[in-house]
Structures are given as C-alpha cells and as structure tokens.
C-alpha cells in the first residue's frame, strides 16, 4: 500500500483556476468513488473539503469541485483566492477497510 | 457540534509504547460509525494509521500493523491509540477524527486538533 501521488505544489492567480492531481492504482482511487479532499492551514487540523470523489460538505465553497478518471482524481479550485492558499491531501479507500493518503500538495496564491 | 481532543504523554522513549487517547463530544461513539488515527510526521505528509467500529472492530495500516492497538471504551466517550516498540520515524503530530468506514462515512468529517509525540531519551 504505497500512498498516493501529488504533485508536490501548485500555483496560480487570484481569480484563476487550479487542478491537483492524485494518482493511484486500479486497488484503491481506480476501484472505488471513495476519493476525499483534506485542505490543511500551517498549524491546523485537516478540513474535509470533498467526499466520495464530487461532494461538497456543507459549508464548503462551489468553487471546489472534485472528478476521476481511471487511477486519476482530481481537485479544481476556481476563482483562486488568497484563503484557498493551503495544503490539500487527497485520501482513498484501499480495500480491505484500508485508508491511504496522497503525499500533499502544498497551493500557492500569487 | 461534535468534537474531538486528543491527550497523552508528548515525549516517549524509544523502544517504549506510544499511549494516545481521543475524547469525544457531542456524539455517542455507541451511536456508530468508524473512529481513527492519522499522523503528520513534521513538515510530511498525512498517514492513516487505523480505525476501529463502535462496536469495536479495528483495521490497521499493513505497515503499522505489527505494532499498532486501537479500543474504544463507549462507557468513557472515547478511542484509544497504543504504538509500540516507537523509533524516531514515529515521532508525528498524531490526529483523531470520525469517520473511514467503507459503507459509512467513507471519509473524515471531524477532526481532533492534533497532539504532538516527540521520540527521545
């Protein structure tokens, strides 16, 4: 069970669009829609920012949204802003009642 | 609002056992749903470390399974995390949060603030 890949940073503009990728294999993101989004702040606790792969917690901003394909998930943020600058982590059901983390992405607002 | 508190002891001996327990609020364990532990080593990344039912069933990371208990004590409200045989690869800040089961909550909705463990003699 190997964790999953991100890139590790991103960046772009306030008001542009952004994607991270997290890539896995065909036993854990390419099995199942089970792919959640942590948005973690410097010193902070991770916030669950999307669930089963498209969902959005109440609360959190439309301007996140969350697709996959194949082993591949990914996590858009449009209309960047200067709070979205965080880390995020993608995480995966890996079978057998297993859990496994991507590396993390670390986003930079310009 | 549900809420979950880490406590334990922040240093621990190498070669000793990690003891960690999770609080919870706002929310009987005995209600449902999966409990668990992730840890942040410093400056790393996030690493699932187990979970365990409310009626007590753990699963474990393959890597940490040799090493690693979790219990809850629905009497208490709360979860338990034991770690032996610690090195200093396993100093991390250590997170309790609700949810990772398969069929429900298939995600971590709660959080506990974090617990810092450092490994040293």
């Known amino acids: 069970q190997s964790a999953l890949t991100q890139p590790a940073s991103v960046s772009g503009s306030p008001g542009q669009s952004i994607t991270i990728s997290c890539t896995g294999t065909s036993s854990d993101v390419g099995s199942y829609n089970l792919v959640s989004w942590y948005q973690q702040h410097p010193g902070k606790a991770p916030k669950l920012m999307i669930y089963e792969g498209s969902k959005r917690p109440s609360g959190v901003s439309n301007r996140l949204s969350g697709s996959k394909s194949g082993n591949t998930a990914s996590l858009t943020i449009s209309g960047l802003q200067a709070e979205d600058e965080a880390d995020y982590y993608c995480?995966?059901?890996?079978?057998?009642?297993?859990?496994?983390f991507g590396g993390g992405t670390k986003l930079t607002v310009l | 609002q549900v809420q979950l508190h880490e406590s334990g002891p922040g240093l621990v001996k190498p070669s000793e056992t990690l003891s960690l327990t999770c609080a919870v609020s706002?929310?009987?364990?005995?209600?449902?749903?999966?409990w668990g532990w992730i840890r942040q080593p410093p400056g790393k990344g996030l690493e699932w470390i187990g979970n365990?039912?409310?009626?007590?069933?753990?699963y474990y990371s393959p890597s940490l399974k040799s090493r690693v208990t979790i219990s809850v004590d629905t009497s208490k409200n709360q979860f338990s995390l034991k770690l032996s045989s610690v090195t200093a690869a396993d100093a991390a800040v250590y997170y309790c949060?609700?949810?990772?089961?398969?069929?429900?909550?298939?995600?971590?909705?709660?959080w506990g603030q974090g617990t810092l463990v450092t490994v040293s003699s």
């Open positions: 949060a609700r949810g990772g089961g398969r069929w429900e909550l298939p995600y971590f909705d709660y």
């Open positions: 995480c995966s059901y890996a079978g057998s009642s297993t859990w496994v």
């Open positions: 365990i039912y409310h009626s007590g069933s753990p």
């Open positions: 706002g929310y009987f364990i005995s209600s449902g749903y999966y």
